[in-house]
């Protein structure tokens, strides 16, 4: 079975540049979510959908972080400008099940360096 | 709010038993999961507790005081690739929260 994809799974970019980031979680799930992890900070839930629905953005740090899921198959996270402090691995993840299920499912990663 | 405590790091010997705790203080607790995370990968999935009690799952357990806001994982017969960090979340309504994990050092 095919887990959460994540693309790029490496990205370097300057400064001041758009990075968006990919997800397609696993089919049939019903709840997807985007994750920062740094060394300092750990693992922070940056914004999580039901249903393709946004129901929490309270994590996106600031207005240059938008999220998106037009469909149950794909979601971007959108970084614009890009800022050196957002480097970080940046993990998208899905779970099923009532209220979002208690085991989450993650991707790879994407692994974002801002020079 | 919500907040998750672990040890940053612990060491053991292979072949022995180690323990990881986790206190948390949320509202809303649903259940008190662990995550496993090799260096370069990602979170994957060890165990969940909703009610008190041990879980255990082959050479892990884990263990879950609702009244202390308490928990632990348990590792037996640790073996080098255990070498990871561990990571304890809670789900609160949709959302998991991960405390900052835990390294674990497993000494030959």
């Known amino acids: 079975d095919a887990g959460v994809i994540q693309s790029p799974r490496h990205e370097v970019t300057e400064m001041g540049q758009e990075v968006t980031l990919r997800c397609k979680p696993i089919?049939?799930?019903?709840?997807l979510f985007w994750y920062r992890q740094t060394m300092m900070r750990g693992l922070e839930l940056l914004i999580y959908f039901n249903n393709n629905v946004p129901i929490d953005d309270s994590g996106m740090p600031e207005d240059r972080f938008s999220a998106k899921m037009p469909n149950a198959s794909f979601s971007t996270l959108k970084i614009q400008p890009s800022e050196p402090r957002d480097s970080a691995v940046y993990f998208c993840?899905?779970?099923?099940?009532?209220?979002?299920?208690?085991?989450?499912?993650f991707g790879e990663g994407s692994w974002l360096t801002v020079v | 709010g919500q907040s998750l405590e672990q040890p940053s790091e612990v060491t053991a010997v292979e072949g022995a038993i180690v323990q990881i705790n986790c206190t948390y203080q949320t509202s809303g607790f649903y259940g008190l999961s662990w995550y496993q995370q090799h260096d370069g990968g990602a979170p994957t999935f060890l165990s969940y507790?909703?009610?008190?009690g041990l879980e255990e799952t082959g050479r892990f357990s884990s263990f879950l005081s609702r009244s202390d806001s308490y928990g632990y994982l348990l590792l037996q017969e640790l073996q080098m690739k255990d070498s990871a960090s561990y990571f304890c979340?809670?789900?609160?309504?949709?959302?998991?929260?991960f405390g900052k994990g835990t390294r674990l050092h497993i000494l030959p």
């Open positions: 979340a809670v789900r609160r309504d949709d959302k998991i929260i």
């Open positions: 089919s049939g799930h019903n709840s």
């Open positions: 507790n909703a009610l008190d």
């Open positions: 993840a899905s779970s099923f099940g009532q209220n979002g299920g208690n085991t989450i499912y």
